[in-house]
Nanobody, 118 residues
Framework: QVQLAESGGGLVQPGESLRLSCTSSSELFSIQPMAWYRQVPETRREWIAGITAGDSIDYADSVKGRFTISRDNRKATVYLQMNSLEPEDTAVYYC????????????WGQGTQVTVSS
């Protein structure tokens, strides 16, 4: 079973930046489309950014122009650079296989909490 481990969250002020990392145990990481999601308590998990094996990238409108997704296949890691953070970005952030291209891995990581507050 694939294991995912997110890290890099924290408490920041509006306008500041964070870089999240997610490492996958999948041996097929390099050919899998990956994505970042986020979830606020009592709401559905939201897809926010995706990157294919060929580095085709897309973003949700809510983060476009502020967030950048990237991947390092040698490290089986996907990153999310988050700039100009807003209080509305406060959530738990997760990575997983990109749901736009099929099922996600059944097991999600613990996520990493991002809190944007002055």
């Amino acid at each position: 079973q694939v294991q995912l481990a997110e890290s890099g969250g924290g408490l920041v002020q509006p306008g500041e930046s964070l870089r999240l990392s997610c490492t996958s145990s999948s041996e097929l990481f390099s050919i899998q489309p990956m994505a970042w999601y986020r979830q606020v308590p009592e709401t559905r998990r939201e897809w926010i950014a995706g990157i294919t094996a060929g580095d085709s990238i897309d973003y949700a409108d809510s983060v476009k122009g502020r967030f950048t997704i990237s991947r390092d296949n040698r490290k089986a890691t996907v990153y999310l650079q988050m700039n100009s953070l807003e209080p509305e970005d406060t959530a738990v952030y997760y990575c997983n296989r990109d749901s736009r291209f099929g099922a996600t891995f059944p097991s999600w990581g613990q996520g990493t909490q991002v809190t944007v507050s002055s």
